[in-house]
């Protein structure tokens, strides 16, 4: 392949650049947006909204996995799933299993995902909020459940839609200050 | 022997961890739905996530308060109005309490059973509903009232037009209220205009119940009221449960297919009433009917 053809349009240049001079995530600023997104995720909606609530806690985790991979294990997402679990009133695991699902596709496809803005990483997002609704469906299956309507897969649109403003929160939260002893 | 430095080191790969943790929640789900042999797990995560959750209930306490507040400026026409409910309400709870001496009077003479408890005698404990689940396939709810509220397992759930559910899960400071529409629930009830008693059942599916098991040619009409029965000793009988939406009496099958919605409505409001359980009197104050044999 002739490298000449690349665009240079196609990769964000500066959005690589940027990335580079990210200050490292504490450990303590990672256990905090996820337990802010636990919370978000507990809001006590009712009606269209609840339809349309967007799983902020599965959003969180793909961000850190996507962004700062081996930040947070597949463990921490089982026991938050586990959480989800109880506070949904589903069963024990259901849950647990969707988040792992995420922080694998995520890690996997995370080095990938890198090179595309957040725009463009939200089509992707909402793929594997997919499979993360299709493993959920498909644990509730396991115990006689019906399929749910279409209307089930409106939180994985609007997660898709939220992950751009989440995105770019991080980044901004994230960002090193400049320092004005420097130089 | 192969040397990794610790930098390169970061444990087993991705699959393998996808594929121990898939194996972990599927012995969890079966532990869950079938063996049930640790309950406690269940009650200990509830007790770590109530924070959360009482963190999360906190704009909408807000949101009430600012409701409180506005409405506060209505005061004067609602408590009039109130009032005026309130006397309606006084002069048919008069007359109920009439009946009820009358229907007791009518059942000594009858010397028919006592009725196990009337609706108008249970106590009942106000509770808010803390959350309701994202996904359609668990119809349940979370109230804030838990064991540390003397709320116990079994107790009807009701609202101002009827019954929502009943609590299946205790934590310390919240329940878990199983819906009428959940799959596995059914309630025993009786059809208001003629007495006709059956069983509906949730078809989990939202806003829809199913009586099951009536013939074909079963007297029931479209727009009917059905009320518990009492039967079974979980709900206080006479209390709204569904009304019939549509029949499907199919000559060729045994049974009609009859589909009802609930009356009440977890929707609508954040408010709900869990009513103490029935207590079953004791076995000396129930008369037993003395059928004299050969009359019939």
């Given at each position: 392949?002739?490298?000449?053809?690349?665009?240079?349009?196609?990769?964000?240049?500066?959005?690589?650049?940027r990335q580079?001079?990210?200050?490292?995530?504490?450990?303590?600023?990672?256990?905090?947006?996820?337990?802010?997104?636990?919370i978000l995720n507990f809001l006590p909606l009712?009606?269209?909204?609840?339809?349309?609530?967007?799983?902020?806690?599965?959003?969180?985790?793909?961000?850190?996995n996507i962004n700062y991979p081996h930040k947070m294990g597949m463990s921490v997402a089982f026991g938050l799933g586990l959480m989800m679990d109880v506070g949904n009133a589903g069963i024990l695991g259901q849950h647990a299993l969707a988040y792992c699902i995420v922080v694998y596709l995520t890690l996997v496809f995370g080095r990938r995902l890198r090179l595309f803005t957040p725009v463009k990483q939200a089509p992707q997002i909402g793929l594997v909020l997919l499979m993360m609704q299709?493993?959920?469906?498909?644990?509730?299956?396991?115990?006689?459940?019906?399929?749910?309507?279409?209307q089930y897969y409106l939180a994985t649109v609007a997660g898709a839609l939220l992950w751009v403003p989440v995105s770019y929160l991080f980044t901004l939260l994230l960002r090193q200050k400049p320092d004005p002893d420097a130089l | 022997m192969e040397t990794v430095p610790q930098f390169f080191r970061h444990g087993?790969?991705?699959?393998?961890?996808?594929?121990?943790?898939?194996?972990?929640?599927?012995?969890?789900?079966?532990?869950?739905?079938?063996?049930?042999?640790?309950?406690?797990?269940?009650?200990?995560?509830?007790?770590?996530?109530?924070?959360?959750?009482?963190?999360?209930?906190?704009?909408?306490?807000?949101?009430?308060?600012?409701?409180?507040?506005?409405?506060?400026?209505?005061?004067?026409?609602?408590n009039e109005k109130l009032r005026r409910i309130y006397l309606d309400n006084r002069e048919q709870l008069l007359k109920l309490h009439a009946l009820e001496v009358e229907n007791v009077q009518l059942r000594k003479l009858l010397?028919?059973?006592?009725?196990i408890e009337t609706a108008t005698k249970t106590k009942a404990v106000l509770a808010e509903i803390l959350s309701t689940p994202r996904d359609p396939f668990s119809h349940k709810i979370t109230l804030n009232k838990g064991s540390q509220h003397h709320i116990q397992l079994g107790q009807a759930?009701?609202?101002?037009?009827?019954?929502?559910?009943q609590i299946t899960q205790l934590y310390p400071w919240s329940s878990e209220v199983t819906l009428l529409t959940d799959k596995d629930h059914s309630v025993p009830v009786q059809v208001v205009?003629?007495?006709?008693?059956?069983?509906?059942?949730?078809?989990?599916?939202?806003?829809?119940?199913?009586?099951?098991?009536?013939?074909?040619?079963?007297?029931?009409?479209?727009?009917?009221?059905?009320v518990t029965s009492g039967i079974g000793g979980v709900y206080p009988p006479g209390i709204p449960v569904a009304a019939v939406l549509r029949i499907e009496r199919d000559p060729t099958g045994d049974f009609a297919q009859i589909i009802s919605t609930p009356v009440a409505g977890v929707d609508r409001n954040r408010q709900v009433l869990v009513l103490a359980l029935v207590q079953p009197e004791s076995n000396e104050s129930q008369e037993i009917p003395a059928i004299e044999p050969g009359k019939n």
């Amino acid at each position: 392949m002739n490298p000449g053809k690349i665009k240079e349009g196609h990769v964000n240049k500066d959005h690589y650049i940027r990335q580079d001079v990210f200050v490292p995530a504490s450990n303590w600023f990672v256990a905090a947006s996820l337990i802010a997104a636990s919370i978000l995720n507990f809001l006590p909606l009712q009606g269209e909204f609840l339809l349309l609530r967007p799983d902020f806690l599965a959003i969180t985790i793909a961000y850190w996995n996507i962004n700062y991979p081996h930040k947070m294990g597949m463990s921490v997402a089982f026991g938050l799933g586990l959480m989800m679990d109880v506070g949904n009133a589903g069963i024990l695991g259901q849950h647990a299993l969707a988040y792992c699902i995420v922080v694998y596709l995520t890690l996997v496809f995370g080095r990938r995902l890198r090179l595309f803005t957040p725009v463009k990483q939200a089509p992707q997002i909402g793929l594997v909020l997919l499979m993360m609704q299709w493993a959920i469906v498909l644990v509730a299956l396991s115990t006689d459940s019906l399929l749910p309507d279409w209307q089930y897969y409106l939180a994985t649109v609007a997660g898709a839609l939220l992950w751009v403003p989440v995105s770019y929160l991080f980044t901004l939260l994230l960002r090193q200050k400049p320092d004005p002893d420097a130089l | 022997m192969e040397t990794v430095p610790q930098f390169f080191r970061h444990g087993p790969g991705p699959f393998t961890r996808l594929f121990v943790f898939i194996l972990l929640s599927c012995l969890l789900i079966a532990e869950d739905t079938r063996l049930k042999y640790f309950p406690q797990f269940r009650q200990t995560i509830g007790v770590i996530i109530f924070p959360l959750q009482k963190i999360a209930y906190i704009p909408a306490s807000i949101y009430d308060q600012i409701g409180e507040f506005i409405a506060s400026f209505y005061l004067l026409e609602e408590n009039e109005k109130l009032r005026r409910i309130y006397l309606d309400n006084r002069e048919q709870l008069l007359k109920l309490h009439a009946l009820e001496v009358e229907n007791v009077q009518l059942r000594k003479l009858l010397g028919a059973v006592q009725q196990i408890e009337t609706a108008t005698k249970t106590k009942a404990v106000l509770a808010e509903i803390l959350s309701t689940p994202r996904d359609p396939f668990s119809h349940k709810i979370t109230l804030n009232k838990g064991s540390q509220h003397h709320i116990q397992l079994g107790q009807a759930v009701i609202d101002d037009q009827g019954i929502v559910g009943q609590i299946t899960q205790l934590y310390p400071w919240s329940s878990e209220v199983t819906l009428l529409t959940d799959k596995d629930h059914s309630v025993p009830v009786q059809v208001v205009r003629n007495s006709l008693r059956s069983v509906v059942s949730g078809t989990g599916r939202n806003d829809e119940l199913e009586l099951r098991y009536l013939s074909v040619n079963t007297d029931i009409q479209q727009g009917d009221l059905l009320v518990t029965s009492g039967i079974g000793g979980v709900y206080p009988p006479g209390i709204p449960v569904a009304a019939v939406l549509r029949i499907e009496r199919d000559p060729t099958g045994d049974f009609a297919q009859i589909i009802s919605t609930p009356v009440a409505g977890v929707d609508r409001n954040r408010q709900v009433l869990v009513l103490a359980l029935v207590q079953p009197e004791s076995n000396e104050s129930q008369e037993i009917p003395a059928i004299e044999p050969g009359k019939n």
